[in-house]
């Protein structure tokens, strides 16, 4: 009797140990789960259409009419409830200043809407009705934006040409007293290949001397190349084909007498003159000095006469 006893102590004893021991267990894996379980992941990446899950609230962005439209949930589907315009495009040049929508989201039942140009943006916060709650315009180009919920953070981002930028706004104190003073910011532009040669070479004497030694070094190069190298092809061309025709390149006087023209003496070359110049005074006749001019009269002829060709005017 007293060992059953005993037994059923010793069990009552083991289970409470094991109840006490898995609800502690339960508890801590709550507790775990509790302060381990992330945030909602709010990707930046930009949104066309956002909604609210509790009111059916839904925001498109209207590119065509560059709108940001507020639909309400009805029996039949949805209804426009109100038409935000972003800014007036109709008839306007200047297509880099018309501000464009970029990204919607629906955060704590305010809608928050971005718009950009290609210069600046400004973010707009808005009641479920579209009522214009808070508004920060700042500069630098963005397309998209996220909400961290565990930091109350809204985290604005975009790329453009010359870099990218990235912008927070506090929103700790709500949607409706948001703040982006003093909250970081950063704004990267890859500098232009003349700021980096400034920076570098302040004064521009090194800019100097390399322009104006590459202007000389192909002078040089030039220079050598047609003087030397050119000048040598051609005199070695030319000396290719005096071997191969030297009758060709004799003179008549070489030909003749079978002597150069460097052999000849000055005296062959007096009388070479001499005789040339007797031979062409005899190619001339001797011409008479009398001249032979006669006047000719010629008697009057009045059919070339113009008076003949005009026709007589009558008063």
């Known amino acids: 009797m007293k060992n059953s006893i005993v037994k059923s102590f010793v069990l009552s004893f083991v289970l409470l140990l094991s109840f006490v021991s898995f609800a502690q267990d339960k508890v801590e894996s709550a507790e775990f789960d509790a302060n381990t379980k992330p945030s909602s992941y709010d990707p930046l990446v930009a949104q ?12 498109v962005i209207n590119e065509n009419e560059n709108t940001v439209e507020i639909l309400s949930r009805t029996k039949d589907g949805f209804e426009k ?10 008839g306007r040049h200047d297509v880099f200043k018309i501000y464009v929508p970029q990204s919607v989201a629906v955060y704590e039942h305010h809608i928050v809407y971005l718009a950009s140009n290609r210069d600046s943006s400004f973010v707009k916060v808005l009641t479920l009705d579209g009522v214009e709650k808070e508004f920060f315009k700042f500069r630098g180009a963005a397309q998209a934006f996220s909400y961290d919920v565990s930091t109350k953070l809204l985290y604005i ?13 506090d929103a700790t104190k709500g949607f409706d007293n948001m703040t982006i003073k003093g909250s970081p910011s ?23 001397i390399i322009a104006m030694g590459t202007v000389f070094l192909v002078l040089i190069l030039i220079t050598v190349i047609l003087s030397v190298l050119f000048g040598k ?12 025709q030297p009758d060709a390149a004799m ?9 150069k023209t460097s052999d000849i003496s000055g005296e062959e070359f007096a009388a070479i003159a001499a005789a040339i110049h007797l031979y062409n005074d005899e190619m001339h006749d001797e011409e008479s000095t009398i001249l032979t001019i006669n ?13 003949y060709n005009m026709n007589p005017y009558r008063r």
């Open 251 to 259: 003179s008549d006087t070489e030909k003749t007498t079978g002597k």
């Open 186 to 208: 950063y704004q990267y532009i890859k500098k232009k290949k003349a700021d980096e040669m400034a920076e570098k070479d302040p004064t521009g004497a090194g800019l100097a």
């Open 81 to 90: 409830t109100k038409q935000l315009l972003v800014d007036n495009a109709e």
């Open 295 to 307: 006047k000719v009269a010629k008697a009057y002829s009045p059919w070339s006469s113009k008076l």
């Open 233 to 244: 092809l051609m005199v070695n061309i030319q000396n290719k084909k005096g071997r191969k």
């Open 157 to 169: 981002a975009g790329s453009n040409a010359a870099g990218y930028n990235v912008f927070v706004v």
């Open 48 to 59: 066309k259409f956002a909604v609210d899950s509790e009111s059916q609230t839904m925001v």
